[in-house]
Each structure stands twice: as structure tokens, then as C-alpha cells.
Nanobody, 120 residues
Framework: QVQLVESGGGLVQPGGSLRLSCAAS????????MGWYRQAPGKQRELVAA???????NYADSVKGRFTISRDNAKKTVYLQMNMLKPEDTAVYYC??????????????WGQGTQVTVSS
């Protein structure tokens, strides 16, 4: 079983910053891609950022230049540094990881979600 624990969400003013963390635990053989998704009320869930085991990153156009994804493999943790936050960034943010439980079994796990609210 793979568990993801998210932290760092909250209320912040426009232009402010937040740092989200997601720590994975459980019986994990290997973690491949780690990423962050978000879903705002009335909108579809979208990929915000992702990072592969080799360090390759991918960002949604709406957050490029403002958000930075990183990972600490020793801690099995992925981070999302969010700067210059805008009201339209308000959403529930979900951590996602995929990888291998063993040599033949793969997994894809989701965090419980953390609320990010950008408002004055």
C-alpha cells in the first residue's frame, strides 16, 4: 500500500507564495513520475506540474514561470513551490505518484487533496 501525505495548502494573498509538499510511504520499489494536479469548482482536473525520476519537468502553460516542481528521492517527497499566486490558482491540489511495487506490479496513487485559496 502506498500512502501520500500532502501539506502546505492554505490562504494566501495575490502575489504571495506557498510551498506544497507530498511525502510517499509504504512498500515502494521505485517511484517514477511525481506530479501535482488541481481542480477548481466547476472545472476539469488539470495537470499542474510533473517531474520524472530523471528530473525532466512538465508544466501547465498557466503556471510556467511561477511554479517550480522538485523532488527529494531520499525522502520520497515532491514539492511544488508556487510564487506570484493569482486568484485563478485557487483550487484543490492533488499529489500523484506512479511507479513499481515490485518487479512486475505498477501503481498510481493520489493524495487526499489540499486546498489553496488565493484571495485578498
Amino acid at each position: 500500500q502506498v500512502q501520500l501525505v500532502e501539506s502546505g495548502g492554505g490562504l494566501v494573498q495575490p502575489g504571495g507564495s506557498l510551498r506544497l509538499s507530498c511525502a510517499a510511504s509504504g512498500s515502494i520499489f521505485k517511484i517514477n513520475t511525481m506530479g501535482w494536479y488541481r481542480q477548481a469548482p466547476g472545472k476539469q482536473r488539470e495537470l499542474v506540474a510533473a517531474i520524472t525520476s530523471s528530473g525532466s519537468t512538465n508544466y501547465a502553460d498557466s503556471v510556467k514561470g511561477r511554479f517550480t516542481i522538485s523532488r527529494d528521492n531520499a525522502k520520497k517527497t515532491v514539492y511544488l513551490q508556487m510564487n506570484m499566486l493569482k486568484p485563478e490558482d485557487t483550487a484543490v491540489y492533488y499529489c500523484n505518484v506512479d511507479g513499481y511495487l515490485n518487479f512486475i506490479s505498477t501503481y498510481r496513487s493520489w493524495g487526499q487533496g489540499t486546498q489553496v485559496t488565493v484571495s485578498s
